[in-house]
């Protein structure tokens, strides 16, 4: 189901008399949503296992709705989704974890306080990005390097491209937020991936 900005307010769960205006971090819940998940519930299981009807139901309906995020975002094998329940701070973590990024923070202040950065992976983060993006990284073991906003108020490629040039020689990670959730202004990630990819 797809809705116009002016029919959200229709569906919004609130009560009568309160307002709200932090949509920044979490939104409302909406009717149209919650009748989708209530139409699951009955039969949601576990989706890693196949020992029950009502676990490979659960495991379809995961499949589809990662395949439908995929197509919606015009990503193709190249681009791995990362589902977590608890939002995007688990999934920036898990990924981190995946790439021997993430340490604990008591490890890292016992075994790692006198390493050259030169010798760790470079994070390049976007102007906009969500905080668990750019604050893990910046605890990690790595170097993170924020890319600035350009005189349009857009991501400054001429930055980025100095930044990939000047560290050529070491591994590059990019992790850049598709779309500000404080300002919805969209990145070009398809940009980003081709500059990043050539280093």
Do not use: W
Not at 115 to 143: A, M, Q, W
């Amino acid at each position: 189901m797809y809705l116009q900005i002016s029919d959200l307010k229709k569906e919004l769960i609130l009560k009568k008399g309160i307002l709200h205006f932090d949509f920044t971090a979490s939104a409302l819940a909406l009717k149209c949503v919650e009748k989708e998940i209530s139409k699951i519930l009955p039969t949601y299981a576990n989706t890693h296992s196949d020992s029950s009807l009502n676990s490979f139901k659960t495991q379809q309906i995961y499949e589809q709705a990662r395949k439908d995020i995929k197509k919606s975002l015009s990503l193709d094998e190249n681009f791995a989704l990362i589902a977590c329940g608890t939002g995007s701070s688990s999934a920036i973590k898990k990924f981190q974890e995946l790439i021997g990024i993430y340490i604990p923070p008591l490890v890292k202040e016992r075994y790692f306080t006198q390493i050259d950065k030169n010798t760790l992976p470079l994070v390049i983060v976007g102007p906009y990005e969500h905080h668990s993006n750019e604050l893990s990284f910046r605890e990690g073991l790595c170097e993170c390097i924020r890319i600035p906003l350009d005189k349009n108020g857009e991501i400054g490629f001429d930055f980025l491209e100095k930044t990939l040039q000047k560290n050529k020689k070491r591994k590059i990670i990019a992790s850049f937020s598709l779309a500000s959730n404080v300002t919805g202004i969209l990145s070009d990630y398809k940009r980003i991936s081709e500059m990043v990819r050539k280093f």
